[in-house]
């Protein structure tokens, strides 16, 4: 069982940042890839980027890319998401999760494990 723990969301002004941090715990991460979602009001929830715990290999959604930056910490088993020159369209639900990385990084079906959420509002 891994428990994840999102932080960091909040109200922004369109052209604004943040960064998002999730803590897991529970179990040694190293056979996982990381990953963040987001859902918005009445749509479905979809991939952002993810993470691979031990190359660091990275993956992007289209829309984030040249926008968001995701990192972790082994030392302090710490995923972030930094996002940078959000716009209203980013505003959503925010969701980390675990998956084991023999599944394809951006598929939600994959991670078994996910985080309460944390709300991003990007006012324009």
């Known amino acids: 069982q891994v428990q994840m723990v999102e932080s960091g969301g909040g109200l922004v002004q369109a052209g604004g940042s943040l960064t998002l941090s999730c803590a897991a715990s529970g179990r040694d991460l190293s056979g996982y890839h990381m990953g963040w979602f987001r859902q918005a009001p009445g749509r479905a929830r979809i991939f952002v980027a993810a993470?691979?715990?031990?190359?660091?290999?990275?993956y992007y959604a289209d829309s984030v890319k040249g926008r968001f930056t995701i990192s972790r910490d082994n030392a302090k088993n710490t995923v972030y998401l930094q996002m940078n020159s959000l716009n209203p369209e980013d505003t959503a639900l925010y969701y980390c999760a675990a998956s084991p990385s023999t599944y394809p990084p951006a598929s939600s079906s994959g991670y078994m494990y996910w985080g309460q959420g944390t709300q991003v509002t990007v006012s324009s």
């Open positions: 993470i691979r715990w031990v190359s660091g290999l990275t």
